[in-house]
């Protein structure tokens, strides 16, 4: 059985940094993509950033340069790094996989449970 397990989160003054980690278990064959998402109090689930197996990047508009997506291969495993952190910044950041576990007939949605972020003094 998959899981995607999120840590990195948790509580950071505005103009701070904070590294969120991920890592798949479970017996997968491939691995797709990556990305992060994350979701504030009152609004819809929003895309921050994906990274394709070959390490093609892409990052929300209002990214602006702050973040940056990595994974670690043959790790399972992706980052990302938030730098100048701004109190709109907050919300639950989740994990997202598209991959090919071993008893699926192919590729597929994979999310981890999330983790919080707060950017506030």
């Known amino acids: 059985q998959v899981q995607l397990v999120e840590s990195g989160g948790g509580l950071v003054q505005p103009g701070g940094s904070l590294r969120l980690s991920c890592v798949a278990s479970g017996t997968i064959f491939s691995i797709n993509s990556w990305g992060w998402y994350r979701q504030a109090p009152g609004k819809e689930r929003e895309l921050v950033a994906t990274?394709?197996?070959?390490?093609?990047?892409n990052y929300a508009d209002f990214v602006e340069g702050r973040f940056t997506i990595s994974r670690a291969f043959p790790k399972k495993e992706v980052y990302l790094q938030m730098n100048t952190l701004k109190p709109e910044d907050t919300a639950v950041y989740y994990c997202?996989?598209?991959?090919?576990?071993?008893?699926?007939?192919?590729?597929?949605?994979?999310w981890g449970q999330g983790t919080q972020v707060t950017v506030s003094s």
């Open positions: 990274i394709t197996n070959g390490g093609t990047s």
């Open positions: 997202n996989a598209d991959l090919w576990a071993k008893g699926t007939p192919s590729f597929s949605d994979y």
